[in-house]
């Protein structure tokens, strides 16, 4: 079975965070929510969470893909926390599969990982890296790296992360059975 790993840190996008955990386990993919700051995680409106590990806890060779949601000060926590940025670093030296929405590609960007084209929520690329952002797209794929613009693009940004660990059969299963056109 594949698996990912969503750290998440106070402050995190909710729609972000609960698409992208519900529409992978649709496709039977494990998902692991990894709390960076304690088990108990308030998103940015409120909505609280329960994570299923602590962030130092987790063993990152177990997993397929890392997904950062965005959200404030969710992504910047996640940019500014040491074990978060060894994940990400980890993850790139053993050409493992990394995807970020919304504010999170700039937390790519401090671990060093994001050395392509990437998208992003508009604005956050003025603290990336201007020359490879790609404001057109809603959701880039680089080599390893999948990034996506922001809550209105976090149905297909999940999807497409169904897509690339689990093919285009289950991406058209999941896609039609919640009626989404990505």
């Known amino acids: 079975m594949k698996k990912i790993c969503i750290p998440l840190a106070n402050g995190f996008e909710e729609v972000e965070a609960v698409t992208i955990i519900d529409i992978c386990r649709r496709a039977e993919?494990?998902?692991t929510i990894a709390g960076v700051e304690g088990l108990n995680i308030s998103g940015s409106h409120n909505i609280k969470v329960t994570a299923d590990i602590e962030i130092q806890n987790i063993n990152p060779n177990e997993f397929d893909m890392i997904v950062l949601p965005g959200g404030l000060p969710?992504?910047?926590?996640?940019?500014n926390n040491p074990i978060v940025q060894k994940i990400l670093k980890e993850q790139k030296s053993k050409n493992g599969l990394i995807g970020a929405i919304c504010a999170a590609p700039y937390a790519l960007h401090k671990a060093g990982v994001l050395d392509g084209e990437y998208t992003c929520y508009p604005s956050w690329?003025?603290?990336?890296?201007?020359?490879?952002?790609?404001?057109?797209?809603?959701?880039?794929?680089?080599?390893?790296?999948?990034?996506?613009?922001?809550?209105?693009?976090?149905?297909?940004?999940?999807?497409e992360l169904v897509k690339i660990l689990k093919g285009p059969k289950v991406?058209?299963?999941?896609?039609?059975?919640?009626?989404?056109n990505c």
Do not use: M, P
Request: glycine share 8%.
């Open 125 to 159: 690329e003025n603290k990336i890296n201007l020359d490879n952002y790609q404001s057109d797209e809603n959701i880039v794929t680089d080599g390893n790296i999948i990034t996506s613009k922001g809550v209105g693009t976090s149905l297909c940004f999940a999807l």
């Open 171 to 180: 991406h058209r299963d999941i896609s039609n059975a919640v009626l989404a």
């Open 74 to 79: 969710g992504a910047e926590t996640l940019a």
């Open 29 to 31: 993919i494990e998902v």
